[in-house]
């Protein structure tokens, strides 16, 4: 199985990108999904967190109210919804699916620069 991130790139300060997770070759649906953030110098930080089912999520306090995190088990998608970035938010974004048998996938990385 595998994860594949996008959806990344360069962004204005206040402005919105709209990152993408697709998953492969395993049962999605049972997994829940994370994003994390990674920059330079810095370990990885989980920003948010859903259920395998979607009814619940959670956020990093830095980035509450301003992200949102979804996923469509029946295209074995998840996405993350980040609108008035700040540069603070730049760095490298992965996408973590984990299973309750402690099977754990990570994609491959998408690159978020907000700066003007």
């Known amino acids: 199985g595998q994860l594949v991130d996008s959806g990344g790139g360069l962004v204005q300060p206040g402005g919105s990108l709209r990152l993408s997770c697709a998953a492969s070759g395993f049962p999605f649906s049972h997994y829940e999904v994370a994003w994390y953030r990674q920059t330079p110098g810095k370990e990885r930080e989980m920003v948010a967190h859903?259920?395998?089912?979607?009814?619940?999520?959670d956020y990093a306090g830095s980035v509450k109210g301003r992200f949102s995190i979804s996923r469509d088990n029946s295209l074995n998608m998840a996405y993350l919804e980040m609108s008035s970035l700040k540069p603070e938010d730049t760095g490298m974004y992965y996408c973590r699916a984990d299973s309750e048998e402690a099977n754990v996938y990570w994609g491959q990385g998408t690159q978020v620069t907000v700066s003007s």
């Open positions: 859903i259920s395998s089912t979607g009814y619940t999520t």
